[in-house]
């Protein structure tokens, strides 16, 4: 094995892409080689990493036999776009866009299901899964002697960085607007965003499921290995910048010990339990950090095999580009 490993991230500019590469840093990731690679518009453009800045590349024509690990952070078709010639070059794959099918690159959270890669060869291709589905599968994780799950009813507020650098400017434009009295057209929103909910995130299909919440509830029952199992999602995008908040409903086959639960909780690694008469929240308590938050943990009204819990992570950093990198620790420990 190598002492170091060349290490290729497609969509370095984009909010995902600067938290793989500072919490690369931060872990002491074995870089050796670092390519930074984003679209045309983008390249030209430089990243601080370990005192140093460096130049972003277009991702268009870059060689990818040039590096043994390639961390994808950008849109779907990107890694469409790119995804054979990874595989052609021998060069393993970790994709945050959710694009390749579970055959072509599991859904992998390490704390969950990191079993499923026993007996595989690289190079491999994986997916970090949807923000939710992680903070999720995660908490259920942690109970899983505690609670078998018969159904889970979703319901998540999402962060505008959720939509990307995009999104975050949108809502920053739209406030400071409104704040100062003027008028304003929307723009990567189908309407106001600034002080508003909206009961969508992106496009329903003829069923009035959006892709995001049919993405979350895949990801969940792959990582649950449990194809069966029953996830309600809906999506909700709130006038927030950073940070998922979910209200996550439990139906068990059995009627539910809440102190057992809580007990479970408090003992897990990676998560912060707020006990009874306290909350967390994305600002305050999620927002930066490494763990998930738990609070409001409570049996149902009427139902005694139902559990209620409320959940907050960063989407960016949590959610996403940590869960990315302990992949890539996971690879490089033991298949590359």
């Not at 969950?112 to 995660?138: D, F, Q, Y």
């Not at 799950?149 to 962060?159: F, G, K, Q, S, T």
């Amino acid at each position: 094995m190598t002492s170091t490993f060349a290490i290729a991230i497609v969509g370095a500019t984009g909010s995902v892409g600067e938290s793989l590469l500072q919490i690369l840093e931060d872990r002491g990731f074995p870089v050796g080689d670092l390519h930074l690679l984003a679209s045309n518009e983008s390249a030209g453009r430089t990243l601080p990493y370990k005192g140093r800045n460096l130049r972003v590349r277009a991702v268009e024509g870059f060689d990818f036999k040039a590096v043994q690990l390639a961390f994808f952070a950008a849109d779907q078709s990107v890694t469409l776009a790119h995804a054979d010639a990874v595989r052609k070059a021998g060069c393993s794959l970790i994709d945050l866009s959710g694009a390749l099918s579970a055959e072509q690159a599991p859904r992998v959270v390490p704390e969950v299901n990191a079993a499923i890669l026993e007996g595989r060869t690289a190079p491999l291709a994986l997916t970090s899964p949807s923000s939710v589905a992680v903070a999720v599968t995660l908490v259920l994780a942690a109970l899983r002697d505690q609670v078998q799950v018969d159904r889970l009813v979703i319901n998540a507020a999402l962060a505008v960085s959720s939509r990307g650098r995009e999104g975050v400017s949108e809502l920053a434009r739209q406030t400071a607007e409104l704040l100062n009295g003027r008028s304003f057209e929307p723009r990567l929103f189908d309407r106001q965003m600034a002080f508003n909910v909206l009961a969508q995130v992106d496009e329903p299909d003829a069923d009035g499921h959006g892709l995001l919440e049919r993405r979350i509830n895949q990801d969940i029952k792959a990582l649950l290995d449990n194809a069966s199992l029953n996830v309600a999602v809906s999506c909700h995008q709130v006038p927030v910048f950073f940070g998922d908040s979910l209200s996550v409903t439990v139906q068990a086959s059995t009627p539910v010990e809440v102190n057992q639960v809580i007990a479970a909780l408090d003992a897990a690694s990676g998560i912060e339990l707020v006990e009874a008469g306290d909350y967390p929240t994305v600002i305050g308590d999620a927002v930066g950090q490494d763990e998930i938050y738990v609070g409001r943990v409570r049996r149902g009204l009427d139902d005694p095999c139902e559990l209620t819990l409320w959940i907050v992570s960063d989407n960016v950093r949590k959610g996403a580009a940590l869960n990315a990198v302990q992949l890539g620790e996971l690879l490089i420990k033991h298949y590359l």
